[in-house]
């Protein structure tokens, strides 16, 4: 099984630029690049969904001390959550 090939960001930005700028379908460039006809649709279809986005990068870094922050708030909560659903007879004798 052969791996599967990768592509320069610069390459992809050509080929979607070339599928929008011609207006011809991923379909009849694809070949044109050797490339196939799903991955130039992805490339196009990020694109632009990027672009409706305001042109942020879905793979954007986060602040690393941000989602560790927000990590630990979910597990806390979590616990909450537990804690709350589960029977204590303690508390809730009729039910036990």
Do not use: H
Not at 35 to 44: D, G
Not at 52 to 80: F, I, M, Q
């Amino acid at each position: 099984m052969s791996a599967r090939p990768t592509y320069s960001d610069e390459f992809k930005a050509d080929a979607v630029e070339l599928v929008v700028s011609s207006g011809r379908s991923p379909a009849s460039v694809a070949p044109e690049l050797g490339i196939s006809v799903t991955a130039l649709k992805r490339w196009v279809r990020l694109s632009r969904e990027g672009q409706a986005e305001g042109g942020g990068k879905p793979d954007d870094s986060v602040d690393l001390a941000k989602y560790k922050a927000l990590e630990a708030r979910l597990r806390e909560l979590e616990r909450e959550n537990d804690f709350l659903n589960y029977p204590d007879v303690r508390i809730m004798p009729m039910f036990a």
